[in-house]
Every structure is written in C-alpha cells, then in structure tokens.
C-alpha cells in the first residue's frame, strides 16, 4: 500500500483532455510539502515531467499541467498523443514518516 | 548526466554495491539520491545524501542501507546490506529531491540470486 494513491489505469483518445489523482493525507500533501509528477515509458527511466504541483521543466509541453486541492493532486494532460503512453508517478515528502514517497503508478494507455 | 555501475548479480546474505558517476555537475553543490524499482512494479525510494553530507533513509531500509559521496571520483555511492530476491530491482541514481528528481540515470538492474 502506497502512501499516496493513484488509480491504476486511465484511458483516453488522441486528442483528448485526461486526469490523473494523486491522493495524499495531512501528513504529506495536505501540509503543503511538493508534488512531483515522473512519467516513465516502458523500458527507459522515468522522467520528472512537473515539479512543485505546477511546474513544467523545460522541454516539457504545455499540454501537461498540474494542480493541487486539499490532500490530493492531479495532472492533466491535453491534446493527448501516442507518445504520451507510458506510467506516471506522482512523488512527495511525508512528515510522519520523515521520507519522500511515491504514489503506486498509473498506466496512460492512448486508446 | 549520471550512470550508474556495479555487479548485475549479488548472492542472498551478501552487500549490494553500486556506484553513480555524475558528470556536468559538481558533486558537492546538490544533493543525491538513489530510487529502486522491482521489475514490473512501482519506484520506491531509497535515500538520499544531502550536499550539506547529512542524510535520510527509507524507514523500511534505513537498517541496511549506506549512501555516501566520493567528491575526488564525483561518485555517489550505495551499499545495502544482507540482501534477499526482495532487493531484487533496477536501481536508480537521481539529482534531487530539491525540486524533484532529476536528472536520473539509466539504472540498472541488480537481481539476488545464489
């Protein structure tokens, strides 16, 4: 059981606006303390795609985008493309634990 | 970049080393982090060594695990200790957690095995 939850699979045509929860507690996102998203394709290393609930790399596209309400986060993704399939990763810190944490993944698959 | 190093085969009982060359960085002025991640399954963290030298470590590991830098080398480093197939994963190397992580290198997979 992670600490953070994150459902399993989502689903979307090209060209399609999907989300993606990440839900936390008191003790992690709901004090405040960053999310991060990672998205990993299969068989490479994941990639940290938005940084500080908000914030894209550079490089990243402005398709993805990421917020925070209460204890969870999401991450939105427009205009969806093939090349977004892959796993992501929602990834914070946790006061009760003193340790960063890592939602269980969930699988993009562009249908 | 940073790219990870050591034995793909480590025997039940026996330390895991690995080793993390980062290049383009200087070592001492960001913090390091190692992450594992079981094949087919989800990434969990290891720990990480902060620039400042201290460092925090998995709960769930924190017994067996070492994470230390080697600034003559630019090399970040990890022991974890009485390995079992549980340890079994793709280990990786990361810059961070300030601001995420990241970069991360291209991992690689240490399976336990006798």
């Known amino acids: 059981q992670s600490v953070l939850t994150q459902p399993p699979s989502v689903s979307g045509a090209p060209g399609q606006r999907v989300t993606m929860s990440c839900t936390g507690s008191?003790?992690?996102?709901?004090?405040?303390?960053?999310v991060h998203w990672y998205q990993q394709v299969p068989g490479t290393a994941p990639k940290l795609l938005m940084y500080?609930?908000?914030n894209r790399p550079s490089g990243v596209p402005d398709r993805f985008s990421g917020s925070k309400s209460g204890t969870s986060a999401s991450l939105a993704i427009t205009g969806l493309q093939a090349e977004d399939e892959a796993d992501y990763y929602c990834?914070?810190?946790?006061?009760?634990?003193?340790?960063?944490?890592f939602g269980g993944g969930t699988k993009l698959t562009v249908l | 970049q940073l790219q990870e190093s050591g034995p793909g085969l480590v025997k039940p009982s026996e330390t895991l080393s690995l080793s993390c060359t980062v290049s383009?960085?200087?070592?001492?002025?960001?913090?390091w982090s190692w992450i594992r991640q079981p094949p087919g399954k989800g990434l969990e963290w290891v720990g990480y060594?902060?620039?400042?030298?201290?460092?925090n470590y998995s709960p769930s590991l924190k017994s067996r695990v070492t994470i230390s830098v080697d600034t003559s080398k630019n090399q970040v480093s990890l022991k974890l200790d009485s390995v079992t197939a549980a340890d079994t994963a793709i280990y990786y190397c990361?810059?961070?957690?300030?601001?995420?992580?990241?970069?991360w290198g291209q991992g690689t997979l240490v399976t336990v095995s006798s």
């Open positions: 990361a810059r961070g957690p300030n601001r995420g992580f990241d970069p």
């Open positions: 383009g960085d200087s070592i001492s002025s960001y913090s």
């Open positions: 060594m902060f620039y400042r030298g201290t460092t």
């Open positions: 008191s003790s992690n996102i709901g004090a405040n303390y960053d």
């Open positions: 500080g609930f908000s």
């Open positions: 990834q914070s810190y946790d006061s009760s634990l003193s340790a960063s944490v």
